[in-house]
């Protein structure tokens, strides 16, 4: 069993940035692939960026582009989302999740993944 637990999230003005953390138990975690969902309010889940075991590769869905960051610390069991120039339209929950092997595309492709944390808000206010 994997426990994934997020912090970070909070209220900030367009334009202004905050850092997502995402803890991870477990002693297996530099294996993970790991991922950043999000959801806003009457919508679907989305995927946002994901990162693979060893950090290698990364990557991001078109509107955050140049604005948010993955990066993951091993030695810390850790994974971030930088996100920088932050709009409106980034208001969600938003949520960490892990996959077992290592990988992303099933985050990126699929939306699936083993291991799901229960979410952060972010509000972006005009």
């Known amino acids: 069993q994997v426990q994934l637990v997020e912090s970070g999230g909070g209220l900030v003005q367009a334009g202004g940035s905050l850092r997502l953390s995402c803890a991870a138990s477990?002693?297996?975690?530099?294996?993970?692939?790991m991922g950043w969902f999000r959801q806003a309010p009457g919508k679907d889940r989305e995927f946002v960026a994901a990162i693979t075991w060893s950090g290698g590769f990364t990557v991001y869905i078109d509107s955050v582009k140049g604005r948010f960051t993955i990066s993951r610390d091993n030695a810390k069991n850790t994974v971030y989302l930088q996100m920088n120039s932050l709009k409106p339209e980034d208001t969600a929950v938003y949520y960490c999740a892990a996959d077992l092997r290592g990988a992303v595309g099933a985050m990126r492709g699929q939306g699936r993944a083993d291991y799901w944390g229960q979410g952060t808000q972010v509000t972006v206010s005009s």
């Open positions: 477990g002693r297996a975690f530099s294996s993970y692939g």
